[in-house]
């Protein structure tokens, strides 16, 4: 495992378990978590993860501008983004991608709901 492949896995651990605690006790780490991404992403070279970069900058803005219904949506969008990268990750990253597509579109359900 090279060590872009550590730190990707271990920013997942991070926000897996950020987000774990439900949205209000995410949001202290949220502007920290989602630039730390948003850079890792763009490094990454890859058409499908700059458009979740690029969901991440519309939730930095959403969650600036305290819109909870365009957190919600982009949430969800992160959501569907992040479990369609799982099927071209690297097996060891694949259920935590899963994982957290998941934990995405929960939130957005709680939002929106």
């Known amino acids: 495992m090279d060590s872009s492949t550590s730190k990707s ?17 995410a949001a202290p780490a949220a502007a920290g978590n989602i630039d ?4 890792t992403l763009n490094g ?3 058409p499908a993860l700059s458009a979740i970069s690029a969901e991440l900058e519309n939730l930095k803005t959403a969650i600036g ?5 365009q ?3 982009s ?3 992160l959501g569907e983004h992040t479990t369609k990268a799982a099927d071209s990750a690297t097996p060891d990253a694949q259920a935590q991608l899963r994982q957290l597509g998941q934990t995405l579109s929960s939130a957005a359900t709680s939002l929106q709901g």
């Open 9 to 25: 896995n271990s920013q997942l651990d991070a926000t897996l378990q950020a987000l774990g605690g439900g949205l209000s006790a």
């Open 44 to 46: 990454a070279g890859s």
């Open 75 to 77: 949430l969800k969008t």
């Open 71 to 73: 957190i919600g949506q």
């Open 36 to 39: 730390s991404w948003i850079s």
């Open 65 to 69: 501008s305290g819109d909870g219904s």
